[in-house]
């Protein structure tokens, strides 16, 4: 008997069927940030990377053209199990022939050729507005900005960014999640909290007033607590966002795990805010300290947020989104890691005997279900994953770094 029949009855005998959590697995679409591989830089400035994140470190290799970084997504993609969604920001629009626009008046025209490469690849495609890295960022300020051409400049490179989602919607068939974050806030504080709010909310307001079909476009408002430069002071605080969210029809709250204070979880808020919204979207990360958008790993947050999303029966519910960015490492392999992270989460949640465990819970037998928590951690998953892996037609564990070390060699190191 193989390795996998052999897990496969031990997980039969807890009433888990492992070949039809594969079969839903595959079709979960995880949505893969563009961003990894050129350490959020885009194409249409040559300015340093603003709005309160950083990448650190400067590993050779990393993507400056589109070809390049079309060619190492197509490398990472190749190693991760399961359905994928690309996800990229305005700053990645592909100008041709000389032509250059501002981001007020970027068509969708700018991303035919991304389009085209997710068409051929059968990938969905999510978007962002790029609120920053840009010389119209005025004191660190875009759509909270008291400067009313600011403000308005940013209002309109948010209604260019729904004629672009919209675009995206209609060319790949699936539809696109377009997530709205600024880095809007102040280093120290502030002396009105309250304005810069209201204008927030007054942008993203006239931004949504731009005609969209809400069965394709899903446009998101993402929180944080604060950001490099802005301590002490955010716009988009989660009780802002969350509550944006709530009282605007078709927009969705977007959390990301590594914009809470430390000892807050994403994992808890997710059930909770599934009682109240028909979907959210995450961005999954891992904050080291502070917002820092390590390369997610299969660690217990990442882990316990799977299994929320898996044991809610909410995979249809929750737009998965990964956001990191690690530019003292390989890129590719930055990317695969997190992709086949966050996978073998799922992957785990699915094979868990939910059912079960909620039971002992209603039952209050809770030092059963405190043992059988445990038990479950050392069930066979190893050999689930890699029969996944197959089943996918991606490589095992063990068996595709070697191959992007040759990529790194051949490839990356010619830049
Ligand atoms: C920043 C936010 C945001 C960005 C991307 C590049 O803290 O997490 O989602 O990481 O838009
Ligand atoms: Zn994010």
Redesign the pocket.
Known sequence: MSRYEEAKKKFAALGVDTDAAMERLKTAPVSI?C?QGDD?IGFDHDGPLT???QTTGNYPGKATTPEQLMSDFDKAISFCPGAKKLNL?ACYAIFEDGEFVDRDKIEPKHFAKWVEFAKERGLGLDF?P?FFSHDKVKDGLTLSSPDEETRKFWIEHGKACIRISQYFAEETGVPCVM?I?T?DGYKDIPADRMGPRMRYKESIEEILSEPYDKDKVKPCV?S?VF?IGVESFTAGSAEFSLTFAATHDGCLPLM?N??YHPTEVVSDKIPALLCFFPEIAL?I?RGVRW?S?HVVLYDDETREMAKEIVRCDALDRVYMAL?Y?DASINRVAAWVVGVRSWQRALLTAMCTPNETLKKLQDENRLTELMVKQEEVKMLPWGDIWDEYCARCGVAKDGEWFDEVMKYEKDVLLKR
């Open positions: 940030h961003w959020v709005g309160g994140i920001h962002n790029t997530n974050w880095g993402e944080k950001g990301d590594g914009h961005h990360t917002d958008d956001d960015f």
